[in-house]
């Protein structure tokens, strides 16, 4: 265990406490490997900036997601995947409802597309980077058929 006086890329000068045996320089090369990178307080400073600066996923108005810069961009992709997906299986929504019940009016129809967009909409709202990671192998089908068993 042996402290070293780290000078960091960002500028800052920080002690850090640095532990293992030093037989073959390891204990330098940590310490030089510390300066690569940013303060800790800097290191937080921009993961936040570049969360808040990140764009709502294209034009879709869909809400930031929250997790580390890499989880962000990955989630992004994911849900704009499925986004996709849900509003191709939207458009089909009606014509797959009067397959089931053709003897619905046209309000009952446009009523079950507008509780099906509101649940979507609910579900398209999550903000969590790791949920859409963790359900990243579900297709846009098991997307709505989930959110409609939970409605």
């Known amino acids: 265990m042996a402290k070293y006086e780290v000078t960091y890329r960002c500028g800052h000068t920080r002690t850090v406490q640095i532990y293992g045996t030093n037989v073959h320089g390891e204990r330098e090369r940590k310490a030089a490997w510390y300066g690569t990178r940013l303060c800790p307080e ?16 294209d034009d879709d108005g869909l809400p930031k997601l929250v997790g580390s810069p890499k989880q962000v961009k990955w989630a992004q992709d994911i849900r704009a995947h499925r986004f996709a ?5 939207l458009a089909n929504a009606a014509e797959a409802y009067v397959k089931k019940t053709p003897d619905v009016t046209e309000e009952q129809i446009e009523n079950y597309v507008n509780s099906v967009r509101k649940v979507i909409g609910v579900f398209f709202g999550e903000t969590s980077a790791r949920y859409w990671i963790d359900n990243r192998n579900y297709s846009g089908g098991t997307f709505v058929s989930i959110v409609l068993k939970t409605k």
């Open 42 to 57: 800097c290191y937080e400073r921009s993961k936040a900036e570049y969360i808040e600066n990140l764009p709502t996923c």
């Open 85 to 89: 997906e849900v509003d191709e299986l």
